[in-house]
């Protein structure tokens, strides 16, 4: 019964920015940790930022600290992904899920996380 919808993806210039929304059905998303992923071809799903929902603990991976930031819209049991000065190496696939942890010191780790969306591509490239 829990679904999450992705949207916002595209092809942008390095530089640019771009704002990944994730609407959430099933859960009260306030009660849960939210967190994105990407993956890209070839390489693990890494944790990109996540957030609890007891503490509003807010984790962003060294890569894009200070360019990424998650923000919960619990009116519209919504989380989105705010990604500034993005960099070619930010070029994959990213994904949104909950009903896992998030670590204050290592983030969000795939295999703890039961629910996805569907992934949405963000190419970064001139």
């Known amino acids: 019964q829990v679904q999450l919808v992705e949207s916002g993806g595209g092809s942008v210039q390095p530089g640019e920015s771009l704002r990944l929304s994730c609407s959430v059905s099933?859960?009260?998303?306030?009660?849960?940790?939210i967190a994105w992923f990407r993956q890209v071809p070839g390489k693990e799903r890494e944790g990109v930022a996540c957030?609890?929902?007891?503490?509003?603990?807010?984790y962003y991976a060294d890569s894009v600290k200070g360019r990424f930031n998650i923000v919960r819209d619990n009116a519209k049991n919504a989380v989105y992904l705010q990604m500034d000065s993005l960099k070619p190496e930010d070029t994959a696939v990213y994904y949104c899920?909950?009903?896992?942890?998030?670590?204050?010191?290592?983030?969000?780790?795939?295999?703890?996380?039961?629910?996805w969306g569907q992934g949405t591509q963000v190419t970064v490239s001139s």
């Open positions: 099933g859960i009260t998303l306030k009660h849960y940790t």
């Open positions: 899920a909950t009903d896992g942890f998030c670590y204050s010191d290592s983030g969000a780790r795939p295999s703890e996380y039961d629910y």
């Open positions: 957030t609890s929902g007891i503490g509003e603990d807010i």
